[in-house]
Nanobody, 117 residues
Framework: QVQVAESGGGLVQPGGSLRLSCAAPGSIFRLAVLGWYRQAPGKQRELVASMDSHGFTNYADSVEGRFTISRDNAKNTVVLQMNSLKPEDTAVYYC???????????WGQGTQVTVSS
């Protein structure tokens, strides 16, 4: 059973920052496509940010310029740095790792992010 472990969620005031981290075994992390998704109550899960094995990134329009996805290949970790948070960013955030050459990926358990004053 592959373990994808997320950390870093919590409660933050509007305008604040949070850093989400996701660790995975090196056997699936190397050259993988990495992504962060989120799901708010009553809404479908949506892509927030992704990074391919070449380092090319893609962001949802709603987070462009505020969120940054990065990878640390030495630690097999993908990070989502979230700045200037808004109440509409409130959701459960999920890490997704798609191994190189595979169309199936692995999901983290999800971490709650709440932006509220």
């Amino acid at each position: 059973q592959v373990q994808v472990a997320e950390s870093g969620g919590g409660l933050v005031q509007p305008g604040g920052s949070l850093r989400l981290s996701c660790a995975a075994p090196g056997s699936i992390f190397r050259l993988a496509v990495l992504g962060w998704y989120r799901q708010a109550p009553g809404k479908q899960r949506e892509l927030v940010a992704s990074m391919d094995s070449h380092g090319f990134t893609n962001y949802a329009d709603s987070v462009e310029g505020r969120f940054t996805i990065s990878r640390d290949n030495a630690k097999n970790t993908v990070v989502l740095q979230m700045n200037s948070l808004k109440p509409e960013d409130t959701a459960v955030y999920y890490c997704y790792i798609e191994p190189y050459g595979s169309s199936d990926g692995y999901w983290g358990q999800g971490t709650q992010v709440t932006v509220s004053s």
